[in-house]
């Protein structure tokens, strides 16, 4: 089915209609040549188009002023490169969730987050997508905003169902619903609905599946959106079908090509003719069958929509065989066999793609590791710097105070020491305090109140302690001090 589970934007491409019966077979090729040269004109300038919004971005992130712009240049950059070059993407989302974790901006780590997560999606490495879904979920979880929530929910949904997990799946798609109608996000019923639909297709369970396909295309009658009803459709023809119910599945499928072809979706319209062809051989309708069969075989050969290609070549070996065309049969079989070497040979690019991020990934994590280590050495070393000046400033006060060093400076000397004392319990205790509350304001200020009520008194008693301790070792050097001035004053008897 296609539309579930993909991305819904549509790209426009020329489309044409091949009449069953071509009158002049040399202008049918000039024009499929024609056709041929529009399409990759289409795909050439729109690859151009994104190469020169990554640029315009580019240069926006060389004059940036702040952090928090690089970190969200740096993520819409990987957004517009992930089409064509999903490397890249990867490499500019890594450097933002770097930077947003380096500057504590956590809505560009999620931001950042969600980009990889598409680039893994995109290239099937579904485990690590599902992975960075979690991590960008348990960041927003923190801000509650429901948008985002219920973005991020779908996607772990639909990284679920490409993953084969279709129980987990449904789970998500269920809680990102809840999420959605208790607050009112209309726009995401209709992504949820016909996802959920296909999800009960691929489990089997038509019944439920034609449920959710009817209610998305309710919800794309009410939106007006002739794109979203045709694949509703296909959707709804695909379970009948199933269900034998062939008539209706045939009525929902040409009900499904005119808007598929308007809105200029060759896979949709590749879907619904190989769903006609099926429907047709069920009906014992052989012509028909066979007419939209390579319709769709056509269809799929110009927009080289590979996984179309191979289906319409295996229906149209099969049908060959069923009515003991041998020689047609042979040259389908043959295509077939070429068409998998070509799936073979895609599945093992994709596959040394997933390893190449995988191995990009993992020295991203190894850098970032060696970045937090640095950070946590030297704040080690500063604790221990700190450890050490404390006591050394403390032993500095006592010596003092066993010179000749006003009495003022040994006080203050030694009200500096407990101040530094208490300071760094506090700053030891921090850590451990916001882990234990999981960084909760309120809770943080209840623990220091509390720990504030005995440190301020304990403070207190032991400062005017240590004051009286180090402030008497000079008093009896004062007093001499003061004897020996007191006889200096003193006039001499008078002779």
């Not at 790209?11 to 009158?23: C, G, I, K, L, R």
């Not at 008093?475 to 006889?487: D, E, G, V």
Request: aromatic share 10%.
């Amino acid at each position: 089915m296609k539309g579930c589970h993909k991305l819904f934007g549509l790209h426009a491409a020329a489309s044409f209609y091949f009449q069953p019966v071509a009158t002049n077979c040399i202008n049918c090729m000039f024009v499929r040549l024609l056709l041929l040269c529009t399409v990759l004109l289409h795909a050439a300038f729109e690859s151009v188009a994104q190469k020169r919004k990554a640029d315009s971005l580019a240069g926006l992130l060389a004059v940036a002023s702040s952090d928090t712009d690089r970190v969200n240049l740096l993520w819409q950059w990987a957004d517009v490169t992930n089409s064509y070059d999903p490397k890249a993407a990867l490499a500019k989302a890594s450097e933002a969730l770097s930077l947003a974790h380096r500057i504590k901006y956590q809505r560009g780590e999620a931001k950042a987050l969600g980009m990889m997560a598409n680039v893994f999606l995109r290239i099937g490495n579904y485990s690590q997508a599902l992975d960075l879904y979690l991590q960008k979920l348990r960041l927003e979880e923190q801000w509650q905003d429901p948008r985002s929530m219920a973005s991020t929910v779908m996607n772990i949904g639909i990284a679920y169902a490409y993953d084969a997990e279709c129980d987990n799946a449904l789970l998500y798609y269920r809680r990102a619903d809840s999420i959605s109608q208790a607050h009112g996000l209309q726009e995401w019923q209709y992504n949820l609905a016909v996802n959920t639909g296909d999800l009960y297709d691929r489990m089997g369970k038509p019944d439920s599946a034609f449920v959710y396909f009817n209610k998305s295309l309710q919800l794309a009658l009410m939106q007006q959106e002739p794109s979203l009803q045709a694949i509703s459709q296909v959707g709804l023809a695909n379970t009948l079908y199933k269900q034998q119910q062939y008539t209706q599945a045939a009525d929902k499928y040409l009900m499904a090509l005119p808007i598929a072809r308007q809105s200029e979706d060759e896979e949709l319209q590749t879907e619904a003719m190989l769903g006609l062809a099926k429907t047709y051989l069920a009906r014992q309708l052989p012509d028909s069958a066979l007419y939209y069969a390579r319709q769709a075989k056509t269809k799929a050969d110009e927009k080289q929509l590979l996984t179309r290609q191979l289906e319409a070549a295996t229906f149209l070996y099969e049908f060959y065989l069923q009515q003991s065309d041998e020689s047609m049969a042979l040259q389908q079989l043959q295509q077939v066999q070429m068409l998998k070497d070509s799936v073979f040979s895609r599945e093992t690019i994709r596959q040394t793609l997933i390893l190449s991020t995988n191995e990009q990934e993992r020295q991203r994590q190894q850098a970032e590791a060696r970045e937090q280590a640095a950070v946590e050495r030297s704040q080690q070393l500063q604790y221990l710097f700190i450890s050490i000046f404390i006591p050394a400033f403390f032993l500095l006060t006592v010596f003092l105070s066993r010179k000749r060093v006003n009495a003022r400076v040994v006080r203050f000397a030694g009200i500096i020491s407990l101040l530094f004392l208490f300071e760094f319990l506090t700053l030891l205790l921090h850590p451990q305090v916001a882990e234990l509350t999981h960084h909760n304001p309120v809770y943080e200020l209840l623990i220091f109140v509390s720990i504030a009520s005995f440190l301020i008194p304990a403070h207190h008693r032991i400062e005017h302690w240590l004051v009286r301790r180090l402030t008497e070792s000079q008093r009896p050097a004062h007093q001499l001090r003061l004897s020996i001035k007191k006889l200096r004053r003193k006039k001499p008897p008078a002779q």
